[in-house]
């Protein structure tokens, strides 16, 4: 089915519209800038001037290939936290745990509760990607050489949709979004596996501590070949270390450009914000990100160089290279290390520092926040949060699971959708695309689910995971739509940094095939609409499975009313016997015609 004048029309009003909802308008998205304010937050506080579920719980899906590894252990919430919700509610509350709900995880969530549900989530065992991509190019060693950016694709939807860890999944993108390397580097692009393997350390780390995170992150292969730190030597009378990944572990994954009040707003000096680092910390920190270089048996040059290759090396761990590592003073933020010490001693004080800095949990809690929930959450939200990571109730910091409670369970989070600029964010393409196969069980006959063109804002959705155009992802968590009532009232969109009107026509023109074909190589990937076409004489209980799928139940009385006259000019022919492919073609159209419709409207599109 097409319906191309529908498109064109679709394409300008829907951009209009969004924009408008998310308080946008004016210009283009801004081309993105080297170094991002991402620590804009809501207004300041001023200080002195300063001196410098069980499984029952969730039906699980079949399994998807690859090895799998126990989930780290369960951590207890705080008494009294758990929450029960209506189907409505655990529609809304699912759009934004997990890669969409699908109708029997909806009656799941509402015949329990919050607390039976992370339970079975937080103890789901972690399917390996790599463990993917060894398989389908064994033997292991072989992998490197052979395997692309595609094959992660195919393993990525694979979990994404079918997978029943679906919080870790979901997890795991927002953190790729934030700790981001990217197949568009040229050092990244022939490391597939080492690409694959560094989503799984996210995924690993996802429930664990936030510092484990960190070192993970520190210490990938992956990291080190994006931001330049593997292979990094200690200065000398012609050198100095690179301090790429010094800058951005700071400004980037934890402590931000500007030091932040408990509940993130700035802190400010003579009305001016607060620097959290100087150039000197950068200088100091680089130093002790020298000597860091491939994994393997010996600490050789040839080894550290890359010239000899372990077969392993781009999923291990980084290892230490005592030759290479810096032996001078290294001093950042207020740290002083000794040249005494190994590289692998002054990784962890460092690594410590930035994970007991005070700005680390307000900072890393805002963005989670505004990956899963909200782009504009409030102080006090940000505050809630942060005292999560500061301490989950049992005296540990940095522990992921409370972490993702609380900004999952914050009473903003589950208040009544509202309607203020600071309510809600805009969907981003990839997740929408999860939202419509996970809504109306889109498979792989093959299980392969080989979805790779993604990228092109006109023919696809203008994301692909792990292809971000640079270290700031594909959108800034600051980034403000230019002459609109949002950089009027100081708020942020993020997602609106790759929204303008090719890519809402490149994702109407999508999803419109996808909802009427399939998606992927071959369109491959196809829905199951048996539920829907039992309800296609039905339009209204037709949209309602449509609006709690998709809308959370929310869908407003006017946006109703025009799918509703939508799906009804849709005559569906009296059976006689002889036209039973023009009754079912007819049904089939007022379906697609009622999910085309939902999914191009700006109440799906902003998460509310």
């Not at 069980?54 to 998807?64: I, K, L, N, R, Y």
């Not at 890393?364 to 926040?369: A, E, N, S, V």
Request: contains cysteine; hydrophobic residues 40%.
């Amino acid at each position: 089915m097409t319906f191309p004048t529908l498109r064109r029309l679709f394409a300008a009003v829907t951009l209009l519209s969004l924009l408008a909802a998310c308080g946008g308008g004016g210009d283009s998205p801004a081309t993105p800038v080297q170094k991002p304010d991402v620590s804009v937050v809501p207004p300041a506080t001023v200080e002195p001037p300063a001196t410098v579920a069980p499984p029952d719980v969730t039906p699980g899906e079949p399994a998807v290939p690859g090895e799998t590894v126990p989930p780290p252990p369960l951590t207890i919430p705080p008494a009294g936290q758990a929450t029960t919700f209506t189907r409505q509610q655990a529609s809304r509350f699912l759009g934004r745990a997990t890669f969409g709900p699908n109708m029997a995880a909806i009656d799941a969530l509402a015949a329990s509760d919050s607390d039976a549900w992370f339970k079975y989530q937080f103890s789901r065992p972690q399917t390996l990607h790599r463990k993917y991509i060894d398989a389908k190019f064994p033997p292991a060693g072989a992998t490197a050489g052979k395997a692309l950016p595609p094959d992660f694709y195919e393993t990525f939807w694979q979990q994404a949709v079918r997978g029943d860890d679906q919080l870790r999944q979901r997890t795991a993108f927002a953190l790729s979004e934030i700790f981001v390397i990217s197949t568009q580097n040229e050092a990244v692009w022939p490391h597939t596996r080492g690409v694959a393997s560094y989503y799984d350390m996210l995924g690993q780390h996802a429930f664990g501590n936030f510092r484990a995170l960190l070192q993970g992150v520190a210490t990938h292969p992956m990291m080190g070949l994006y931001l330049s730190h593997l292979r990094n030597q200690k200065e000398s009378a012609t050198r100095t270390p690179d301090e790429n990944f010094a800058r951005e572990v700071m400004q980037l994954f934890t402590i931000g450009l500007y030091q932040l009040n408990a509940d993130g707003s700035l802190k400010l000096s003579g009305g001016k914000p607060i620097d959290t680092y100087s150039r000197d910390d950068v200088s100091g920190l680089a130093k002790v990100f020298t000597g860091w270089s491939w994994a393997g048996p010996d600490q050789g040059a040839t080894r550290f160089n890359g010239s000899v290759a372990d077969p392993d090396r781009d999923w291990k761990p980084m290892q230490n290279y005592a030759a290479f590592h810096s032996t001078g003073e290294k001093r950042f933020l207020g740290v002083s290390i000794s040249g005494a010490t190994s590289g692998e001693a002054d990784l962890a004080q460092a690594l410590d520092t930035l994970f007991n800095h005070p700005n680390t949990g307000p900072f890393f809690g805002r963005q989670l926040i505004q990956r899963l929930v909200t782009s504009n959450p409030s102080p006090a939200y940000v505050g809630r949060v942060a005292a999560a990571f500061a301490n989950n109730g049992a005296g540990v910091r940095g522990d992921m699971q409370a972490v993702l409670r609380a900004v999952l369970l914050d009473p903003e989070a589950l208040a009544p959708a509202g309607t203020t600029l600071r309510t809600g964010k805009l969907r981003e393409p990839l997740v929408r695309l999860g939202n419509w196969m996970r809504a109306f069980n889109a498979k792989d006959a093959a299980s392969q689910y080989r979805i790779y063109y993604l990228s092109d804002p006109l023919t696809g959705l203008g994301q692909n995971p792990m292809n971000a155009p640079s270290v700031f992802n594909y959108f800034r968590p600051s980034y403000v739509p230019p002459n609109s009532p949002l950089a009027t009232a100081g708020l942020v969109a993020p997602e609106m940094q790759i929204t303008a009107e090719p890519s809402v026509t490149g994702y109407l023109n999508f999803i419109q095939d996808a909802i009427s074909g399939g998606v992927g190589e071959s369109a491959e990937v196809k829905a199951d609409y048996a539920a829907e076409l039992a309800l296609a004489d039905q339009p209204a209980a037709l949209l309602d499975r449509v609006d709690l799928l998709l809308l959370a139940g929310n869908m407003s009385a006017k946006l109703r009313g025009t799918i509703l006259s939508a799906v009804n000019s849709v005559p569906i022919p009296a059976a006689n016997g002889s036209n039973a492919a023009q009754v079912n073609l007819a049904r089939t159209y007022r379906v697609r015609l009622a999910i085309f419709l939902s999914m191009a409207s700006p109440e799906y599109l902003v998460q509310k």
